[in-house]
């Protein structure tokens, strides 16, 4: 019995671990079958809820319904099925009842046991073999053959079904049991039974950057209306809307560049969207762009910043510093090149930085980021333009055209140059016919542009006459990046003419303006003859034919024509005054002469006459024969004097072409005597070749015995004593056989026969400069002879003015006088004065015929004195002495004026022949030069010193006392060189740049122009002096070597007194280089050490 | 003492007047004015002084005119200086003739061109050509209507036609000098003949000189020029002057002769209309005879 306890505790453990599968078991099965009732039951409500969209009654109803199912299901399985599987005994039956081998033994067991008096009752091994029995069959009774797992896996099996359906429906309307759910979620709210047409709106509430396009998609649910329509607006503004088709159930639409923001919706069939609303975000954008160019060093462009826009434009080389300044912080940029090489840039908060160097023309943009990294849109597409530096260009101001070279050989070049960036080089390149070309570089000053002045002297060249120089001007810019540039000037050429063909030339120029001249005075007498002759006949009253008015129109037109072609002949005379000056063909003085007939010819058709004839042009049209007269009337007095001037001209041109004739001859012969020297001289030193020069100068020669005897036949009309000395010029030239003994000169050179050939050389030379010596000594005879004859004419009519004007004052007193004579009588007195006054002023007009000596006022006053002679002898005859007594004094005061005038002329005359007048005025203007050298220094201290206001306007006001005190002296100084016309205008213009500048000083304008006027006007001088002096000296033609003189404007003078000296010293040595005789060399020297003295004395004093 | 400082003023004030008073006799030499019986003593002067010169006795002249002259402002007093500046050229004090004359414009400035005129003539009687020159262009250019100027730009002519010849120029002045001051310049017209220069202008001036008072001298001066130098410009002058002088003398037919003579010789001269007026007229005259 001890055992059975313990076999009995086991068999109870065994029924208890029954009891507990059991028990498991039967919750599985019932929560799998509550379970999957309530997964039906709630797919059912759902889909009712879904299908029905049931009210919260119902709703919360068929909830409640799907929990408590369930529940009670489950409440009514446990409750009925637990009780047996809680009591043991029930167990135990339960178990003898699946396991009939048990038989009641189990539960025979558990009451022998369970009961108190079994012990006492059955014997202890009866109670034992019982229990020992029924656990021993208990033991092999499996548990799953108690209880089976197989109705739970049935249950298992309906849940996993009702959840496949409910995973079906779900899949199958998983939208619509979802809002179902959430519905159903919330039982007791009231939900609005959704439309039929479902939409969805993409992206619904957006942020779209400035300027993108915001895309929009549609998606249709449920009903498909045909359309939807698209709504939206600006802030408060009206809805707009648009009408969309729906073919499909979705759909795209595009806000293309969104600018503002605005709220859109979508309304399709009974569904609508919410109000959605569209945000802007801002994109970075560039808010100012700065430029800083850095030019390569050559171009010498300063550093240039440029706001404006961002195009790039420089010369290649040139480094661009490129900032931006951006709307809003920046995250990162890059400057694009061509739109595929991206160059981050330094970005420092809205600011961004970087730099490139031009290369090559093209493109570029910047792209930027923003903190929120939103970049910029549609960047601007710069361009980046590289600058081409221009080849430099160059022209030749002067001579700017083919040139006969002049007598001294020297050439004045004025070289224009320019480039964009400066000029580095100049040269000049030439060739002399078709030899090798040479260079030379010519001095200046590097930069932008230049006008540079040089006289090229080519004496050097050894040219003979008709060689050619065929040159240009060369220029280089100073491009260091891609190598100098080049540009030249065209060729040009420089001819080298004999004496012959320029005397030739000039000749036939000159008769041919004679002629012209000549046929014009001839048509202009007839003319004169016709409109007379309509005069009269205007004045009888007679009204003009038709034909007669055309004849007047055709007279008139011609008038007017030859009017204004005296103005191209004046023109073509200075022409060839400058072709006389180049080729040093005729003297200052002659030259001078020209000048004033080319003036005199200008200055023939008056605008009194020009006036004169329009008028008469528009009277011609007049029916009115008194206007027609009255026109005619105040014409033919201007036609007269007209025809007076074109005769005065006329004839002044015929003596001063025999002037220039002779002193052309002259030269020749001069000419031929320095070439037969330099052949002689090349012949002693045996050189090759000079038989052909022989014989040049043998048809040279030839030629002026021929133009010897032509010019003593054109001569006789002139000085008959002239004439004679000419003829018998050319007969000693053919007594001497000079054409002969050349000819042989020529064939002993070309034997090298030197000997005779030098002794017939010298001979030649010999014979050659007596010739010369004779011809220049019978010009001087000429030229004397002239101005005696003329200066008697003067003289004679000064005393016949002398005389009128006493007999004029005598004749006035007479009328004064109480015992005067008869008013008639005086009259005649009056008349007979008045034409000696007449008689005087023609002995004036034939002087005035050959020689430009006359004061010009001289026909005006003595015009004066006969019109209040004629007024007088008028009032006379009127019986009026008493009245007659004023125009006869005006008449004395006309004539003592008009003598003065004479006086004046012949001054003039007599100062043309004597050359010393100059040198006095040339001693003048060196002082006065060098005055104001002085007077320019201090104007240069002046504004050296950077005075105050006050005292820079005592200082200014100072100068300009100076100032013009030297341009009064000057004036004066101008008045004793009349008679010498380009001398004194030269002084004269100088004289009025003086005021200039003093008048600039005087309002205090002390700049650096105002002295660099006054350097201009001392250069003047200098040069006015210089011309004067050479004036009336014998310019030799030589051909010898020089240093070319370049002048690049007048420099200012230095601060330091010691670089004056040094200037002045450079100024003394240049002007020492002048054609100046030997007795003013002197003085010059003495005057540059005078400056140079003084300048020394300032600087040493304290 | 209060008045003590007025009197330096009292003082002053009566050397003021007495100093006056005593300029004005430093002045006129008199201490009292001669206006109240001085007119017509001035006037006697004057007339004094001019017979002086007339007859040639310059120091009587020079005596008389002093007087007046330094009797200070009067109506005579400024003829006086003129008639003194006279008076001492032809004494050869040329220095005082200046002064004179100086004085002459000094008190009567209208008188400039005349004084001027004179000056100039003192220096080219002195030989100063070129300063005499200047002195008539001057004249002459700011007067040219005064009466004056007619002698100054015959004179400046003078000079200027001769100027390259001062020698013998000197020599005419001189003689022209010696002339005016009545004295003999047969030296000097010696010399111009044996210097052969000027021979034609010193026998015009002589001629001109003498026609006065020796016509039968002068018309032989006349002749002689017309003869030895015909193509001379003076010798149209000497014609004409040598007609005027027979015409005065009554000599028409002669003058008449040597009248058309001036018309076939000179038929461009500016006189020529005068010389055929006259012509006419004496024939007119003649023919009324």
């Not at chain 1, 820079?952 to 004066?972: F, K, T, V």
Request: proline share 5%.
């Amino acid at each position: 019995m001890s055992a059975s306890p313990a076999l009995h505790a086991h068999l109870l453990a065994h029924l208890a671990r029954l009891r507990r599968r059991a028990l498991l078991l039967l919750l599985g099965e019932v929560l799998a079958l509550a379970l999957g009732l309530g997964l039906l039951l709630a797919l059912v409500a759902l889909g009712l809820e879904a299908w029905l969209f049931v009210p919260p009654p119902w709703r919360a109803g068929l909830g409640l319904a799907g929990v408590a199912i369930p529940n009670l299901v489950l409440g009514l399985q446990l409750s009925r099925r637990l009780p047996s599987l809680l009591s043991l005994k029930a167990l135990a039956l339960r178990v003898e009842g699946r396991c009939p081998q048990l038989q009641q033994h189990l539960i025979s067991t558990l009451e022998l046991w369970e009961n108190p008096r079994a012990a006492s009752l059955y014997s202890a091994s009866l109670l034992g073999a019982t229990l020992e029995r029924a656990t021993r069959l208990l033991a092999q009774v499996e548990p799953a053959q108690v209880f089976a797992t197989a109705p739970l896996l049935a249950r298992l099996r309906q849940l996993g079904g009702a959840g496949v359906v409910g995973l079906l429906a779900w899949l199958g309307a998983g939208q619509s049991l979802g809002a179902a759910l959430d519905r159903c979620a919330h039982p007791l709210t009231a939900y609005a039974r959704p439309s039929r047409t479902r939409l969805a709106l993409e992206p619904g509430d957006a942020e779209v950057v400035k300027g993108a396009d915001l895309a929009l998609r549609l998606r249709l649910a449920g009903e498909r209306p045909p359309s939807a329509r698209l709504q939206w607006r600006e802030e408060a503004s009206p809805w707009q809307e648009e009408e969309l088709a729906l073919d499909a159930d979705s759909l795209r639409y595009l806000f293309k560049r969104v600018q503002r923001p605005f709220a859109y919706r979508v309304e399709a069939g009974e569904g609508s969207t919410p109000e959605y609303q569209v945000r802007l975000i801002e994109p970075p954008v560039v808010q100012r762009l700065r430029l800083e160019y850095h030019y390569p060093a050559y171009s010498g462009l300063p550093v240039k910043s440029d706001e404006e826009n961002g195009d790039i434009t420089g010369l290649a080389g040139t480094r661009v510093l490129i900032e931006l300044e951006a709307s809003q912080p920046l995250a990162g940029t890059e400057l694009v090149r061509g739109d595929t090489l991206p160059q981050p840039m330094q970005v420092e908060g809205a600011r961004a930085r970087t730099e490139l160097t031009i290369a090559r023309a093209g493109h570029y943009h910047l792209e930027l980021l923003d903190l929120k990294q939103v970049a910029s849109r549609d960047p601007i597409r710069y361009a980046i333009q590289v600058l081409e530096d221009a080849p430099p260009s160059v022209a030749l101001a002067e001579p700017g055209r083919d040139l006969d070279l002049p007598e001294n050989l020297k050439v004045g070049l004025r070289v224009e140059a320019a480039d964009d960036f400066g000029v580095a080089r100049l040269s000049l390149v030439w060739r002399i016919n078709s030899e090798a070309e040479e260079r030379r570089d010519l001095p200046l000053r590097p930069g932008r542009q230049l006008s540079l002045a040089q006289t090229w002297d080519l004496g050097g060249l050894d040219l003979l006459p008709e060689d050619r120089v065929f040159y240009r001007v060369e220029v280089f810019d100073n491009d260091a990046f891609a190598g100098p540039k080049q540009s030249a000037t065209p060729e040009y050429s420089l001819r080298y003419p004999s004496l012959r063909e320029l005397y030739e030339e000039v000749a036939q120029t000159q008769e041919a303006q004679q002629d012209s001249l000549e046929a014009w005075a001839e048509q202009e007498e007839q003319s004169q003859k016709y409109l007379e002759q309509v005069r009269r006949e205007a004045l009888r009253n007679k009204e003009l034919s038709w034909e007669g008015k055309k004849e007047l129109e055709s007279a008139l037109a011609g008038q007017k024509a030859r009017a204004q072609a005296l103005e191209e002949l004046a023109r073509q005379l200075a022409e060839t005054a400058q072709k006389l000056e180049q080729g040093g063909l005729a003297s200052q003085e002659l030259l001078q002469k020209m000048e004033e007939i080319r003036r005199l010819i200008a200055e023939v058709a008056t605008p009194e006459l020009q006036e004169a004839l329009s008028r008469l042009q528009e009277v011609a049209q007049s029916p009115n024969p008194e206007d027609l007269a009255e026109a005619l009337k105040a014409f033919n007095e201007d036609h007269r004097a007209f025809q007076e001037r074109l005769d005065r001209t006329l004839a002044l041109l015929r003596q001063i072409q025999a002037e220039q004739r002779l002193e052309g001859a002259v030269k020749r012969a001069e000419e031929l005597e320095k070439r037969q020297n330099q052949i002689n001289q090349a012949a002693a030193q045996k050189t090759p070749g000079l038989a052909p020069q022989e014989r040049r100068l043998e048809q040279d020669t030839g030629h002026l015995q021929e133009d010897l005897e032509k010019q003593g036949g054109e001569m006789g009309e002139f000085d008959p004593e002239t004439a004679r000395q000419l003829w018998d010029q050319a007969g000693a030239m053919q007594e001497q056989q000079l054409a002969q003994r050349m000819q042989e000169l020529a064939g002993q050179l070309e034997a090298q026969e030197m000997s005779e050939a030098r002794r017939q050389g010298e001979s030649l030379e010999g014979d050659l400069k007596t010739l010369s010596q004779s011809m220049r000594k019978m010009q001087g005879e000429f030229t004397a002879r002239q101005k005696k004859q003329i200066g008697r004419q003067l003289q004679q009519a000064l005393a016949e003015v002398l005389h009128l004007s006493r007999r004029q004052e005598d004749l006035g007193r007479q009328g004064a006088s109480p015992t005067a004579p008869p008013p008639a009588e005086l009259a005649q007195d009056q008349f007979a004065l008045l034409q000696g006054a007449d008689l005087a002023a023609e002995r004036i007009g034939r002087a005035a015929k050959q020689t430009l000596s006359l004061a010009p006022e001289l026909s005006l006053s003595l015009g004066q004195a006969r019109r209040s002679m004629q007024q007088a002898a008028q009032l006379l005859g009127q019986q009026d002495s008493q009245v007659a007594g004023v125009p006869q004094a005006e008449a004395m005061r006309h004539l003592n004026e008009t003598a003065l005038l004479l006086r004046q002329s012949l001054d003039n005359l007599s100062k043309s022949q004597n050359p010393s007048s100059f040198g006095e005025a040339m001693q003048k203007l060196l002082g006065l030069s060098e005055q104001q050298a002085g007077l320019n220094q201090a104007t240069q201290q002046a504004l050296g010193q950077g005075l105050e206001p006050g005292n820079q306007g005592r200082e200014a006001g100072r100068l300009a006392a100076e100032q013009d005190r030297l341009a009064q002296a000057l004036e004066m100084l101008e008045q004793q060189l009349r008679g010498q016309g380009g001398a004194r205008r030269r002084v004269e213009s100088i004289a009025e740049e003086m005021k200039s500048v003093a008048e600039e000083l005087r309002q205090q304008r002390l700049t650096p122009q105002t002295l660099a006027a006054q350097q201009r006007i001392m250069q003047r001088m200098l040069d006015a002096s210089r011309s004067i002096h050479t004036q009336g000296q014998e310019e030799k033609r030589r051909a010898e070597s020089g240093q070319d003189q370049g002048y690049s404007g007048p420099g200012a003078l230095p601060a330091d007194l010691g670089q004056a000296y040094d200037q002045l010293r450079g100024a003394m040595k240049r002007a020492l280089e002048g054609p100046y005789p030997e007795e003013y060399r002197a003085l010059i020297e003495q005057y540059y050490e005078r400056v140079y003295q003084d300048l020394l004395g300032r600087q040493e004093q304290p | 003492m209060k008045g003590c400082w007025l009197l330096p003023l009292l003082f002053a004030g009566a050397a003021w007047g007495l100093d006056r008073g005593l300029q004005r006799f430093l002045e006129t030499g008199e201490l009292a004015g001669w206006e109240v019986a001085g007119r017509e003593r001035g006037a006697q002067l004057f007339r004094q002084g001019q017979k002086a010169l007339a007859l040639g006795d310059t120091a009587a002249g020079r005596a008389a005119l002093e007087q007046l002259t330094r009797a200070g402002s009067g109506p005579w007093t400024a003829a006086a200086w003129g008639l003194r500046a006279e008076n001492a050229l032809r004494a050869d004090r040329l220095d005082e003739a200046e002064r004179c004359l100086e004085e002459v414009c000094r008190q009567v400035p209208q008188t400039a061109a005349w004084t001027r005129l004179r000056r100039a003539e003192l220096r080219y009687f002195q030989g100063k050509f070129a300063e005499a020159a200047a002195w008539l262009e001057e004249l002459a250019r700011q007067l040219p209507g005064d009466p004056s100027a007619n002698d100054a730009l015959a004179l400046l002519a003078l000079i200027e036609e001769h100027k390259d010849r001062a020698g013998p120029l000197q020599v005419l002045a001189r003689a022209q000098l010696r002339l005016r001051q009545g004295r003999d310049a047969a030296g000097e017209w010696a010399q111009l003949e044996a210097e052969g220069v000027l021979q034609a202008l010193a026998l015009l001036i002589q001629a001109r000189w003498v026609a006065g008072g020796d016509p039968a001298a002068a018309l032989r001066l006349y002749e002689r020029l017309a003869k030895e130098f015909p193509k001379s410009p003076h010798a149209a002058a000497a014609r004409l002057e040598e007609a005027a002088l027979r015409e005065v003398g009554g000599e028409l037919a002669e003058a008449l002769a040597q009248y058309e003579a001036f018309l076939a010789l000179f038929p461009e001269d500016a006189r020529l209309p005068e010389v055929r007026l006259h012509i006419q007229r004496l024939r007119q005259q003649r023919g009324n005879q």
